[in-house]
C-alpha cells in the first residue's frame, strides 16, 4: 500500500488525458526516484505555466501575452481565419508552417450527447470578429470526425449571411482522425487542398 501522498498524487495524474491509473502509478514513482531533479524542473514549469500562460482574448489561443503571438504579428494574414476546435489543433497546424493567417479557437465541438451546444463555443465571437469586417476568408478545420463535421457545417450555415469565403480542410484528413495526431506532411496536404463549403 502506496502512502497518501503518493495515491493523492497518482490520483491526480490519472485525471490527465491519456494516462490511466496504472501508467499514473509508475509516473510518480518514476519522479519520486529523480526528486531533485526531474521533479524539481517539472515543478518550475507547472509553475511557469500556472503563473504566466494566459488566453489570448481575440483567438483563444494559449501564450505568455494577450493578444498571443500570432494575434500581434503584423506579419500574419488578417483577412484569413483558420477556426479550430482546440488549442492543440492551433499548434498542430502551426506546426506545419503553411498557413499565414490568424485562428480562432472553438473551444470543443458541438456534441448531442455530451451536451455541448453552440453557445457553449465561440461561436458567436467567430461571427463577430467575421462580423466586423476585413476578412475574405475563413478556413474551417475541424477534426474529421462526426461532431467534428456537424460543427463544420453549423459554422458554414451561420457564416453564410456574411460576405466571406468559407473553405473546409480537403479529405485525406482519415475518417474520426484528430488533427493533433497527424504528421506535418498530412496536414500541409489537407491545408493546400482546402476546398469551398458545401
Ligand atoms: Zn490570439
Known sequence: MASQEIENLASALARLPGLGPRSARRAVLWLVKRRETALEQLLVSMAEVKDKLVECPTCGNIDTRAPCGICADPRRDSRAICVVEDVSDLWALDRAKLFTGRYHVLGGRLSALDGVRPEDLTIGALLERVGAG???????????????????????ERLEELPVRVTQLAHGLPVGGELDYLDEGTLAQALRARRPVG
Open 134 to 156: 476585413g476578412v475574405d476568408e475563413v478556413v474551417l478545420a475541424m477534426n474529421a470526425t462526426l461532431e467534428g463535421q456537424t460543427t463544420a457545417h453549423y459554422i458554414a
